[in-house]
């Protein structure tokens, strides 16, 4: 008989779909909840683009800020396709049980509960990472919330607050006896904030003792990191945050990479086709075809002037990843303050469609315009986008 190479069988796993209690995902790359950046124009670009789950930005739990604008943007899910999944965090149970109950009531079909997030704003608001340290609290909001909503409710959650009060082991037990169906872990305490390397062992423990599944998330950036982690861990699923700021298409470029490594394995046949396939390594015209979609989608959703100056943060690190618009180039520091001072989507749009038209060859820009490589949306190349203040048009 044949050894069945576990890197395959990882590749093969990542790409077969999840089931969440009662939600299934189609795949198991996932992207992090990050405030100030998975708004609804990004998820929706993610899951277009490959990601099986997308989870909302932190909205807080307290009632009196329910109503806010950035509580009413963040739960904003139109258009996305689901299993739409909100996260909240706060330290009282019985408006956590609430918060799930409001968002479970518009449309949520999962509920991500927060352990995990350092943020001072939050920590010293006793929510997030900080209830690490109050084991008997946590048992009291999870048992809450489960029991206040009929979808499944999931935890994310890190190692522990410190080096030295690692938990994980009690927070995962207390997560299963409480109803949660599925266990998120970024492999660092509170204290580790975002330093050294993120933990595979505290997860590979988990996966012993719990029967959750478990999703791997901490500094995971390609297929060959995301199946190094499952090999390491035995986890169930990846999720993946800064490597897709400013690229969407991780996922699908993960996918595409992960399916070339899955065909040694007897699974790999049972790997649901992608919605779009995306090349491995995008092309220039192709990145830029996406990142002006992006702004698109962010001028509609936030109106034209908040849209360019949150457009501004997504073109920064798109460029980055590029190698341009650090700062570290002559180029690039004039793009990058040419981009700081527009305030109009028309200019914004002009600068990169210039951006981009300069870094691609003619027969670059006539193969991906005719190329069925990208999303069908993609399929017109943006640089003959143009911006009109109300909706988008070809020129
Ligand atoms: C800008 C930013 C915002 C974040 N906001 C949240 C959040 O709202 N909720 C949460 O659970 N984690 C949040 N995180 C943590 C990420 O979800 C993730 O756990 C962490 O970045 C590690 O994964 P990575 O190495 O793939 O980035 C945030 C991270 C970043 C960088």
């Given at each position: 008989m044949l050894a069945v190479d576990?890197?395959?069988?990882?590749?093969?796993?990542?790409?077969?779909?999840?089931?969440?209690?009662?939600?299934s995902i189609p795949n198991r790359l996932i992207l992090?909840?990050?405030?100030?950046?998975?708004?609804?124009?990004f998820r929706l670009?993610?899951?277009?683009?490959?990601?099986?789950?997308?989870?909302?930005?932190?909205?807080?739990?307290?009632?009196?800020?329910?109503?806010?604008?950035?509580?009413?943007?963040?739960?904003?899910?139109?258009?996305?396709?689901?299993?739409?999944?909100?996260?909240i965090a706060g330290s009282d149970p019985q408006q956590?049980?609430?918060?799930?109950?409001?968002?479970?009531?518009?449309?949520?079909?999962?509920?991500?509960?927060?352990?995990?997030?350092?943020?001072?704003?939050?920590?010293?608001?006793?929510?997030?990472?900080?209830?690490?340290?109050?084991?008997s609290l946590v048992g009291r909001i999870l048992e809450a919330a489960v029991r206040s909503v009929d979808v499944p409710v999931t935890l994310k959650t890190r190692t522990g607050w410190s080096p030295e009060t690692r938990n994980l082991a009690n927070i995962a037990r207390i997560a299963e006896a409480s109803g949660i169906q599925l266990l998120t872990v970024h492999g660092r305490t509170r204290a580790c904030g975002y330093q050294g390397e993120a933990e595979v062992e505290s997860l590979a423990g988990i996966r012993e003792q719990c029967a959750l599944p478990l999703v791997a998330n901490g500094d995971i950036d390609s297929a060959t990191k995301a199946i190094e982690v499952l090999n390491r861990t035995g986890a169930d699923a990846i999720m993946l945050g800064r490597a897709a700021m400013g690229r969407p298409w991780i996922f699908g470029s993960m996918a595409t990479t992960l399916r070339g490594l899955a065909t040694t394995h007897p699974a790999s046949g049972q790997c649901p086709a992608m919605i779009s396939e995306v090349p491995r390594l995008p092309s220039m015209a192709w990145i830029g075809a996406i990142l002006m979609e992006h702004l698109d989608?962010?001028?509609?959703?936030?109106?034209?002037?908040?849209?360019?100056?949150?457009?501004?943060?997504?073109?920064?690190?798109?460029?980055?990843?590029?190698?341009?618009?650090?700062?570290?180039?002559?180029?690039?520091?004039?793009?990058?303050?040419?981009?700081?001072?527009?305030?109009?989507?028309?200019?914004?749009?002009?600068?990169?469609?210039k951006h981009f038209a300069d870094r691609i060859s003619p027969e670059a820009l006539a193969r991906s315009a005719d190329s069925t490589d990208g999303?069908?949306?993609?399929?017109?190349?943006?640089p003959d986008m143009h911006w009109n203040g109300h909706q988008r048009v070809n020129r």
């Open positions: 576990p890197s395959a069988a990882n590749a093969a796993k990542l790409l077969q779909p999840l089931q969440i209690g009662s939600v992090a909840p990050m405030a100030g950046v998975t708004d609804q124009p670009l993610c899951r277009q683009l490959g990601a099986g789950l997308t989870i909302s930005e932190m909205v807080s739990s307290n009632p009196a800020l329910r109503n806010t604008r950035k509580s009413r943007e963040r739960t904003n899910h139109q258009g996305e396709p689901g299993p739409i999944a909100v996260q956590m049980a609430e918060a799930a109950r409001h968002n479970a009531d518009r449309g949520a079909e999962l509920i991500d509960i927060n352990l995990g997030c350092p943020a001072k704003k939050v920590c010293k608001a006793a929510a997030g990472s900080a209830l690490l340290r109050d084991e989608r962010l001028y509609r959703f936030y109106g034209e002037r908040r849209g360019v100056l949150i457009a501004r943060k997504h073109i920064g690190w798109t460029l980055r990843g590029l190698g341009g618009g650090s700062g570290s180039s002559t180029d690039g520091e004039h793009l990058r303050q040419r981009l700081m001072a527009t305030t109009t989507a028309a200019s914004q749009l002009d600068l990169l469609r999303f069908s949306d993609f399929a017109s190349l943006a």
